[in-house]
């Protein structure tokens, strides 16, 4: 499987109305988790992110929202932020842009957020534009650092130095509160947390 960990700066200038990383100006790592509300990846990580004091932004797909709502509350009432990840997961290069807005705007039902990801980073620049007209004040967030935990060709150490070895302030981090990514997710995510403490990093929601 291919994919880059570290976002290149020619991507972020092709799609510059999007969010790839927050100012550098302090000292602050924002973890992302996608895909979620999961019934055993979620607590995990909301017991991670307690236990160092730590907030996140867990970008929720609205079926898992309905599923889970009470797992979904608990991120709320802990203080951590909400994204809109569509209703199904649905890839936007794939989906027409009628469809594609409407079951995000579904999914807007069960997440009130203007904070946005598209599942796989996957949106074309017509349904950005359309997506802000529909959510006003509208943000498409996308990340700078992927852990990889959805790669079943890799261990979680392997996740642990994808995100360590690239982190700088003002970095997103993708991780998942999911399946898939289980493994070497709940392995990752402990050492990461623990490397941001020792290097003093400020954990923050976005």
């Keep these: 499987m291919f994919y880059l960990t570290k976002t290149p ?5 092709v799609y510059s109305s999007c969010i790839w990383n927050m100012p550098a100006s302090t000292n602050a790592i924002y973890l992302t988790f996608d895909d979620g509300p999961h019934p055993e990846a979620t607590p995990f990580v909301l017991d991670q992110l307690k236990k160092y004091d730590a907030k996140a932004t867990f970008f929720c797909i609205g079926k898992n929202v309905i599923e ?16 809109n990840h569509t209703h199904n997961h649905l890839n936007g290069w794939k989906t027409g842009t009628d469809k594609y807005i409407e079951n995000v705007l579904l999914a807007q039902e069960y997440i009130q957020s203007t904070l946005f990801r598209p599942p796989y980073g996957r949106i074309t620049p017509f349904q950005i534009r359309m997506l802000k007209r529909q959510i006003p004040g509208a943000k498409v967030i996308m990340w700078d650092i992927l852990s990889g935990d959805f790669d ?5 150490e392997a996740c642990v130095q994808n995100v360590v070895f690239k982190l ?7 991780f998942h509160d999911s399946t ?11 050492r990461v947390l623990e490397f941001c403490k020792k290097q003093k990093y400020e954990l923050r929601a976005l």
């Design 168 to 174: 700088k302030p003002g970095s997103i981090v993708v």
């Design 9 to 13: 700066a020619i991507l972020k200038a």
């Design 68 to 83: 889970q709502p009470a797992i979904y509350q608990r991120i709320l009432e802990e203080g951590h932020s909400v994204g």
């Design 152 to 156: 079943l060709d890799i261990n979680g």
């Design 180 to 190: 898939k990514a289980w493994d070497r997710m709940s392995y990752a995510l402990p």
